[in-house]
């Protein structure tokens, strides 16, 4: 049901919110935070917890939600800083980092200057 949310284009910002935090298992857990990620509502806030839980799961080395993390560096509502340290974390494999970086440098010049935004 959660992931169903998260793929239904009319969700709210923060019903994704509070899907974030919502457990089941490893392959269950990695795809939610890969929707919210992709979700068109989630706004900076969501974007940020999504984060969190990411960096939260590459820490503990156990789970590998690099589909996640390489649809969140896609979002401009985050700054490309705020997502490199995803790479220097136990979890992250050397395609993850690769990937990581390529969409990093693969964004709009544009956006890397924007000022950011409050959060």
Known sequence: MWQALASNLRTPAQVL???CSQRDSAWNDNRLLRLIA??????REVLLKVLAELEALLLTSTSRPYAAVLALAVRQELEPDELQRLATLP???ARMRTGL???LTARPQIAQLAPRRAG
Do not use: I, K
């Open 91 to 93: 979890g992250a494999s």
């Open 38 to 43: 992709e979700h068109p509502n989630a706004d």
């Open 17 to 19: 919110l509070e899907l």
């Open 101 to 103: 970086r390529r969409r």
